[in-house]
């Protein structure tokens, strides 16, 4: 038979040596690489940097204050502060901020001509910016002329004529596709959009895109996407929409993707009903880049721009035109490891010609329906000086 042998183990002899080095340990030097990793000493910060302190609510509620704090708090309030900063720059600068030299023309050096010039703003803004309230605030900017060229999608123009014949309603990003499609019903983010809405839309513009092709015909007159937009401006006469002040103040918007959304739609039904429209795309994009390249320096150029897309590019490749845009701020949640333009940063523009070298730029990570009421009331609300 086989034993299984278990092989014994002596007892461990514990000596008095070894219990006094266990309780009364010897000192030892720490070694120095140790210590030169994590006592690195710092260089000195220079002076008038900013420390992180954020809003204290203790005491009477300020808004004002908690505003304010943004720029201190870090991260991206931090980079809020920075863009609202960036757009105070833009709206207050003037002419007469630049020095006066021997080769303007005579006109420029009169004090008061300079104290009136101010910096051109452009604003570009997708579609989903007008479905949602911040359609509120891009009307209180037009309203007021507070910006001097609009740039958008498709559907960042027919969604405030639509808003003027129907409502949109809130609903929640979990609806199901299929359930909303047998109901009628169209979903943007967590809004809903009723069908009913686009087919009003239809009736409405019908009658003008068959006034607009008589006007071609008899009358000569050749539309662009910025034209088409101020005659629908006009023709809704309605002062909750973007593009009615818009068109009475005198501000071109600017859509060069005008066919891709319902005015497309419509576009496409008219084509069988009553061909012939011409819609001239090469007309808007010299104007478009005419509004940037005609700011001669030592004028300047400044660009909001909510989302990315064709609004966002659309903007800074017409600052090209003029070696670019002298201030800029954007507002997005895209990310750049993909090389997408809407992910882009700032940086990526200026290696383009789209936004100076010597200019201070700013890109803020995050949704524009948040991040953009607190811009304004900041900025435009609270800075801009009304237009003598």
């Known amino acids: 038979s086989l034993r299984r042998h278990r092989r014994r183990r002596r007892p461990r002899v514990v000596t008095t040596t070894m219990v006094a080095t266990t309780l009364n340990p010897q000192p030892e030097a720490v070694p120095d690489s140790a210590l030169d990793a994590v006592l690195l000493k710092s260089v000195e910060m220079p002076a008038g940097t900013k420390t992180v302190r954020g809003y204290d609510f203790e005491g009477a509620l300020d808004l004002q204050a908690m505003l304010d704090a943004m720029l201190t708090t870090g991260y991206q309030a931090t980079s809020l502060g920075q863009g609202v900063d960036e757009v105070n720059k833009m709206l207050a600068w003037r002419l007469s901020d630049e020095p006066v030299t021997e080769e303007i023309d005579e006109e420029e050096k009169d004090p008061a001509y300079r104290a009136s010039v101010r910096c051109k703003v452009f604003l570009g803004f997708t579609s989903n910016l007008i479905s949602s309230g911040v359609r509120e605030q891009l009307r209180f900017l037009v309203k007021n002329k507070m910006i001097d060229v609009l740039c958008t999608t498709a559907g960042g123009v027919e969604e ?41 839309f239809e009736d409405w513009i019908m009658p003008i895109l068959d006034a607009m092709k008589e006007e071609q015909d008899t009358a000569g007159v050749r539309w662009t996407p910025s034209k088409m937009i101020h005659r629908l401006g006009l023709e809704i006469n309605d002062e909750s929409s973007v593009y009615y002040w818009a068109a009475k103040m005198g501000i071109p918007v600017y859509c060069p993707a005008l066919t891709d959304g319902s005015i497309g739609d419509m576009l496409y039904f008219h084509s ?40 966002k590019h659309h903007i800074n490749n017409a600052n090209l035109m003029r070696n670019g845009a002298d201030f800029a701020v954007y507002i997005n949640t895209a990310q750049e490891f993909d090389g997408s333009d809407s992910g882009a940063r700032p940086d990526e523009a200026v290696s383009w010609g789209k936004i100076r070298p010597e200019a201070n730029p700013v890109k803020v990570y995050g949704d524009a329906t948040i991040l953009f009421p607190l811009l304004v009331a900041q900025t435009f609300k609270r800075t801009f000086e009304p237009r003598t």
């Open 160 to 200: 405030d004529f639509i808003k003027c014949m129907a409502p949109t309603y809130l609903g929640d990003f979990h609806l199901k596709g299929a359930k909303l499609r047998a109901q009628g019903l169209n979903r943007i983010g967590n809004l809903l959009v009723p069908n009913d809405n686009y087919c009003k």
């Open 272 to 311: 069988f009903k009553n061909p012939g429209l011409i819609v001239d795309l090469v007309a808007d994009i010299r104007a478009m880049n005419d509004e940037a390249r005609l700011v001669a320096r030592p004028k300047k150029t400044g660009m909001v721009v909510l989302g990315g897309g064709v609004a």
